[in-house]
């Protein structure tokens, strides 16, 4: 034998050798993730551990979790991967408790999370901790007082579903068009939030945003880069193979929604320099362009840039979802579509209409719209899943063993479909688990029902959206039928939000 071929046959055995080590190492787990002693797992792949599973299930991984959950039989499981942090899932109230508040400070988004999202919230207050985040809480907090809701909101959100009706149903309902509902929606919901965050006028209601793909697509890249290694790569690649050279860069994306942002700063300021209105004094993107941050200077155009785009992921698209998944499920049961119906006739009469101080008084009694919207957030969360980092070792309630640099992360989405948790009936939607026997809407604990988030990062928006969502429903109810298209399946698609993969196809009918 020569010595070329020696050192090759040496070399060979060393692979192999290393190889079946790392399959003894390694037989049903990610390489360098081992399962860990007290905490159940799921088994997947030698050294690949669950990434084959995940990138199959990608658009219906919430699904697939649920899935796992119910197949070990547990509240709390790991997920093991290569090249990626495993994830310690948990569904557990008591440890969702223990994240969200009891042991809160030990829990924050750190840098893992910022860097996958950092195209998407820069250093808004979804990406950051600590007193970065708590200023800009501070400060966003200010315009969510009653006078606000009752005197400016309201009105905002008529304004806009009368557009809607004037711009969109009334005219798919004369020219008997096939609307996607879904994206009204989210017109909808981006035009009203603009009026209130911004004081900006955007009429995507009228005409669509470009920037509204972008975002979408910035959503869904962010929502992989989570789960499967080397997303930026393969990005890359099928950008620019020729099959895909049609499409769009992330990079351009991201100028799309920047330039979007920037565009509705300087919009902005044109409009403080021309004159002053109490209105947008006090909105949202004064009150950051007015306040300083934790170095004592004012915000640049960069820091705006993300509170501009943080808003919106907060108030167009969650609230949006949640229309969609409402009127879902009042097209497939139409028993629960009459009994809202009847609630909306009853409180939403013509002259409370027009007059926003008394429908905004009104809402509050409409006890059965309000369970059916909770029930859709219970089944359908906007924010379906959510995810953390230790920064020191701890031991949550049910014993799970955590340690410093650990990802975590619960799931509204499965909380809301376990049966250890909701019972029996899990699965079904039935708006009367919300409503007691005097009547009365049932408060369930916030880290058994997750969709607003616990503690004190809860949502700052929850009563902003349950008007709007409330308005908008009775209004769409009361004025039209929609009809759902024959052959047009409504399919979850997960990106950082609870997606419709093709959207909801519907057509519309006026009532009489
Ligand atoms: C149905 C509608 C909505 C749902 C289900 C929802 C849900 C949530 C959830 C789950 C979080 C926690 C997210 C995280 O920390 O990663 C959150 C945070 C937040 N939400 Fe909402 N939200 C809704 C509407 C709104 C609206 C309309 C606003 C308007 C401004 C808003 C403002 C915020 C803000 C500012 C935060 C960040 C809180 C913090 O980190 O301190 N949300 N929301």
């Known amino acids: 034998m020569s010595i070329d071929a020696g050192f090759i046959s040496i070399a060979a055995a060393v692979v192999v050798c290393f190889s079946a080590f790392l399959f003894y190492k390694y037989p049903d787990s990610g390489f360098l993730d081992p399962p860990r002693k007290s905490i159940p797992y799921k088994k997947g792949l030698p050294l690949l551990g669950n990434l084959v599973e995940t990138v199959i299930n990608i658009d219906r991984y919430y699904e697939y979790v649920c899935d796992i959950y119910e197949e070990l039989d547990t509240f709390t499981f790991r997920f093991t991967q290569p090249l990626i942090p495993s994830l310690t899932n948990t569904v557990d109230p008591k440890n969702v408790e223990h994240i969200l508040k009891t042991n809160f400070e030990n829990y924050e988004k750190g840098p893992y999370f910022n860097k996958l999202m950092y195209d998407l919230v820069g250093n808004g207050i979804f990406g ?3 007193e970065v985040w708590r200023v800009q809480r501070k400060v966003a907090s200010r315009i969510f007082h009653v006078k606000n809701f009752r005197d400016k909101f309201t009105r905002v959100f008529l304004d806009q579903i009368n557009i ?164 879902y499920n009042l097209l497939m049961h139409p028993e629960i579509e009459e009994k809202v119906l009847q609630e909306v006739q009853h409180y939403i009469t013509d002259d409370i209409e027009s007059d926003p101080v008394r429908l905004y008084e009104t809402v509050q009694k409409m006890t059965y719209t309000h369970a059916v919207f909770y029930e859709v957030l219970r089944l359908y969360p906007s924010v379906p899943g959510e995810q953390k980092e230790a920064l020191n070792d701890d031991v949550w309630p ?68 349950t008007l709007e969502a409330i308005i908008a ?24 939000t609870l997606s419709m993969k093709d959207g909801m196809k519907i057509t519309v009918e006026k009532r009489q």
């Open 128 to 130: 950051t901790d600590g």
């Open 398 to 465: 049910d014993g799970t063993q955590i340690r410093k640099g650990d990802q975590i992360s619960w799931q509204p989405f499965v909380q809301g479909r376990i049966t250890g948790i909701w019972g029996a009936d899990a699965k079904e939607f039935k708006p009367q688990r919300w409503i007691s026997d005097e009547g009365s809407l049932i408060r369930v604990s916030p880290y058994q029902w997750t969709a607003f988030n616990a503690g004190p990062r809860v949502c700052l928006g929850q009563n902003l959206a």
């Open 164 to 327: 809607a009706a004037m711009h969109v149903f009334d005219k798919a309902a004369e020219e008997n068009q096939v609307i996607d509902f879904h994206d009204i929606m989210l017109r909808f919901t981006m035009d009203s939030f603009a009026q209130i965050g911004f004081s900006v006028q955007l009429n995507s209601l009228i005409s669509r945003a470009e920037f509204a793909d972008s975002f979408d697509a910035l959503q869904m890249h962010a929502f992989r880069r989570f789960l499967i290694p080397f997303t930026d790569t393969i990005e890359r690649i099928k950008h620019y193979t020729h099959y895909w050279a049609e499409r769009k860069s992330i990079q351009q994306h991201v100028s799309t929604v920047n330039s979007f942002a920037y565009g509705i700063i300087q919009e902005r300021r044109k409009k403080d320099l021309l004159h002053h209105d109490e209105d947008s004094d006090s909105d949202l993107l004064h009150r950051f362009m007015t306040c300083k941050n934790v170095d004592g200077n004012y915000l640049s155009d960069t820091d705006l840039r993300d509170t501009v785009l943080n808003f919106i992921i907060a108030g167009r698209d969650t609230t949006a979802l949640a229309l969609s998944w409402t009127f």
């Open 473 to 496: 429903i009775s209004f769409m109810l009361k004025r039209y039928k929609f009809k759902r298209v024959e052959g047009h399946q409504v399919i979850i698609l997960n990106l950082i």
